[in-house]
């Protein structure tokens, strides 16, 4: 069964708000859907991309969903793609998303594909969370000391090493209570968005790509800390392979659907992630500089 659903028009509910303004690269508004897991409509975060030869984000945004929940990271409980009517967008645009070049684009469309995720509720991003007082400590003190024992920080940052998420702030994990995170937002897979998405030839199945958790415990755990994150996300790195055996087939079940004139590019993504879930251990120890 597939794990990200399609919503058809008929699935849309109700618009709720607007998250972002129009000058957001890609727009986020919050709205409501019948979804064929649950019994009432939810509420979910649909974020609007590019439906273009070079705009890769829905495409990122998938394989890193479907690896996420393979590995078993905290992250929203619901993904789709969803097909949406334009009037229904063009009457609740009140922040002037259509006088954008994104909006000129959706608008020629009488129904447009978009990114949703289940809404989580009553969380503060890390950074957010970091500014707080907390009686006396400083407040950076306590997010690392929370992340350092976090599972989730652990498996998510062994994963970015392996996907090439290049993007993972943050701002990208909500906290939604002590040592409780979840990991969000996933556009950005091998090159950060420069007018394009990834090319084939920015595909190195050796690259350490950048991987901004990583790099953050780096600068941020002390010396303990950082010791306990290198040996497992070592242990981590032996269930990629099995991890991308369970995903493979409903990815290239979504290239069909959403990518059928420009397949040859996915089919070398695949290769690519295939190649670096299966040799994750030797790089992720490369990394991490520990000797195999």
């Known amino acids: 069964m597939a794990k990200i659903k399609l919503l058809v028009p008929d699935n849309f509910r109700a618009f709720k708000n607007w998250v972002t303004d129009k000058n957001n690269l890609n727009p986020v508004f919050v709205a409501s859907f019948a979804h064929p897991s649950e019994k009432n409509p939810i509420d979910m975060y649909v974020k609007i991309y590019p439906m273009t030869a070079e705009d890769r984000s829905i495409f990122n945004e998938i394989a890193a969903y479907l690896m996420a929940d393979a590995l078993g990271i905290p992250q929203p409980q619901y993904a789709c793609i969803a097909f949406i009517t334009i009037a229904e967008l063009k009457k609740n645009d009140t922040v002037g998303f259509f006088d954008t070049d994104l909006g000129k684009m959706v608008n020629a469309c009488e129904t447009y594909p978009v990114f949703c995720t289940s809404k989580i509720d009553k969380s503060l991003t890390a950074f957010e969370y970091s500014l707080q007082p907390h009686n006396g400590t400083p407040a950076p003190n306590v997010l690392v000391a929370e992340l350092a024992a976090c599972d989730g920080f652990t ?130 120890t490369s990394r991490v500089q520990l000797l195999i």
Request: charged letters at 20%.
């Open 155 to 284: 498996k998510a940052a062994a994963m970015d090493n392996t996907i090439a998420h290049v993007d993972r702030h943050m701002n990208n994990l909500l906290r939604t209570g002590k040592n409780k995170y979840f990991f969000i937002d996933n556009d950005q897979l091998v090159t950060k968005y420069q007018h394009h998405g990834w090319l084939v030839a920015d595909l190195d199945v050796n690259k350490k790509y950048t991987n901004q958790l990583y790099d953050f415990a780096k600068l941020a755990f002390n010396s303990q800390q950082i010791g306990k994150l290198n040996s497992r996300m070592v242990h981590e790195s032996q269930f990629h392979a099995q991890a991308w055996q369970d995903i493979h087939d409903e990815l290239q079940a979504w290239i069909d659907k959403i990518y059928p004139q420009h397949d040859a590019d996915y089919r070398d993504f695949l290769q690519f992630l295939a190649a670096r879930c299966m040799n994750a251990h030797a790089q992720i």
